[in-house]
């Protein structure tokens, strides 16, 4: 069975610039997280979508923060403008409805210079 | 607001010995889920054993067993006959309300020939 895939592994900006992080979840999930986890620290969770609609972005800093799950598969979480604050890896997450088992993908390590 | 402490923030142990992990958390609700997930330094965050709340026994998971206290709100890992390959950021974490998980600061474990 395939895992949960993300691209980017790694990637490096300078400040001010925009970046976006790509996830294909566990074919037949219908529920997708976005976690920052920043150095030092546990996962904090950014958003989460069932199939194409947000469920929860309370932490999501939408001034520079976006994501979007188009057609309930793919997803993709942008940054623009980057902030310094904003160096740490980005999981995505993915589990079947209704169930409270998330299977991680690999993670993308930013570092915003 | 939900809290997961884990208060020991790097622990080692001899190969083939046994370690426990600490961790406490605070919710406000009844029914909740718990888990313990491995993060190794290639940064895929693994489920290593989960408990719900309602379940009296103690999940156990080959080497892995949790000793879950419901009234003091505590949810320690034991790791018997540790193996090389243990090694890793050990992070607690649970789910009340909705499906999103909340993650201590994590624990790393050494485990030394």
């Known amino acids: 069975e395939a895992g949960v895939a993300q691209s980017p592994r790694y990637k490096i900006i300078e400040k001010r610039q925009s970046v976006a992080f790509w996830c294909n979840p566990i074919s037949g999930h219908a529920t997708l997280y976005w976690y920052q986890q920043i150095l030092g620290q546990g996962p904090k969770l950014l958003i989460q979508?069932?199939?194409?609609?947000?469920?929860?972005d309370s932490q999501l800093p939408k001034d520079r923060f976006s994501a979007e799950r188009l057609k309930g598969v793919d997803s993709t979480l942008k940054i623009q403008p980057a902030k310094l604050e904003d160096s740490a890896v980005y999981l995505c997450?993915?589990?079947?409805?209704?169930?409270?088992?998330?299977?991680f993908g690999p993670g993308t390590r930013l570092t915003v210079t | 607001a939900q809290t997961v402490t884990q208060s020991q923030p790097e622990m080692s142990v001899q190969e083939a010995e046994t370690v426990t992990l600490s961790c406490t958390y605070d919710t406000s609700e009844n029914n909740y889920y718990l888990f313990w997930y491995k993060q190794p330094p290639s940064r895929q965050m693994i489920l290593v054993i989960r408990?719900?709340?309602?379940?009296?026994q103690n999940a156990t998971e080959n080497r892995f067993s949790v000793n879950f206290q419901k009234a003091a709100k505590s949810f320690s890992l034991k790791i018997s006959d540790s193996q090389l390959g243990d090694t890793a950021m050990y992070f607690c974490?649970?789910?009340?309300?909705?499906?999103?998980?909340?993650f201590g600061k994590g624990t790393s474990l050494l485990v030394t020939p």
């Open positions: 979508f069932q199939n194409n609609g947000v469920v929860d």
């Open positions: 974490a649970f789910i009340d309300s909705g499906y999103a998980l909340n």
């Open positions: 997450a993915s589990s079947f409805l209704g169930v409270r088992k998330q299977y």
């Open positions: 408990q719900e709340a309602y379940k009296q």
